[in-house]
């Protein structure tokens, strides 16, 4: 049973396009919902980070749009580049980095 | 600045045999963790750890033992790998001072 739900899968976009990842969640303890980005071999890397005092969190091309009272939130990438294909997680914890909970991850191709 | 060191890499095990990932970061993160990930499940936290000497379960923690003697280690053992126990591994380490997790490259294991 996912505590945090994730959409689409995988995703497939043209460079330049928008990237638009999806997430839900239902404990509504959960106070800190970070995205992780993980390329092939590695480890996952903190792309951003929200609180839930805030709707909506920007770095560069990366935001974060946050629905407190529908319990969602997503990841837009904007003017996606080639250089973004990687999975990308989205994630909630109580607190901060503690016991953090991964959705099933996003699988970003940008193709030229 | 190492960070977060994992070993081996990858490995391969007869099912019944036992074997211990090891985890060493060298930034004096007082939290520890190991995840696992599959395809199409994402990340799931097998046990952490807060400090030395405490440690605790995750969502997935049948099948492995931890222990944490020190700041720097957090080794997690597998006392008897079945064919289920077939995944990566991820170390994660943390500290409130930057509220992330930092990531080791990960140990692909195999059991047949």
């Known amino acids: 049973q996912q505590q945090v739900k994730q959409s689409p899968q995988s995703l497939i976009v043209q460079k330049g396009g928008i990237s638009i990842i999806n997430c839900a969640y239902e404990?509504?303890?959960?106070?800190?919902f970070p995205w992780y980005q993980q390329f092939p071999g590695k480890g996952p890397a903190l792309l951003i980070a929200i609180r839930p005092d805030v709707s909506e969190k920007k770095e560069g091309r990366f935001t974060i749009s946050f629905n407190k009272s529908a319990k969602q939130f997503s990841l837009h990438i904007m003017d996606s580049q080639p250089g973004d294909s990687a999975t990308y997680f989205c994630?909630?914890?109580?607190?901060?980095?503690?016991?953090?909970?991964f959705g099933i991850g996003t699988k970003l191709q940008v193709i030229p | 600045n190492a960070g977060v060191t994992q070993t081996p890499k990858f490995q391969v095990l007869k099912t019944g045999q036992s074997m211990t990932l090891q985890c060493a970061q060298d930034m004096n993160h007082e939290y520890m963790s190991w995840y696992r990930q599959d395809p199409g499940m994402g990340l799931r936290l097998i046990h952490y750890s807060v400090g030395a000497g405490i440690t605790d379960q995750g969502e997935v923690p049948n099948g492995y033992n931890v222990s944490r003697s020190t700041t720097e280690d957090f080794p997690l053992r597998l006392l008897s790998a079945a064919p289920s126990q077939t995944s990566v591994y991820f170390c994660?380490?943390?500290?409130?001072?930057?509220?992330?997790?930092?990531f080791g490259s990960g140990t692909q294991l195999s059991v047949l």
């Open positions: 994660a380490s943390g500290t409130g001072a930057s509220e992330k997790l930092f």
């Open positions: 404990n509504t303890a959960f106070d800190y």
């Open positions: 994630a909630a914890s109580v607190g901060g980095y503690q016991k953090v909970t």
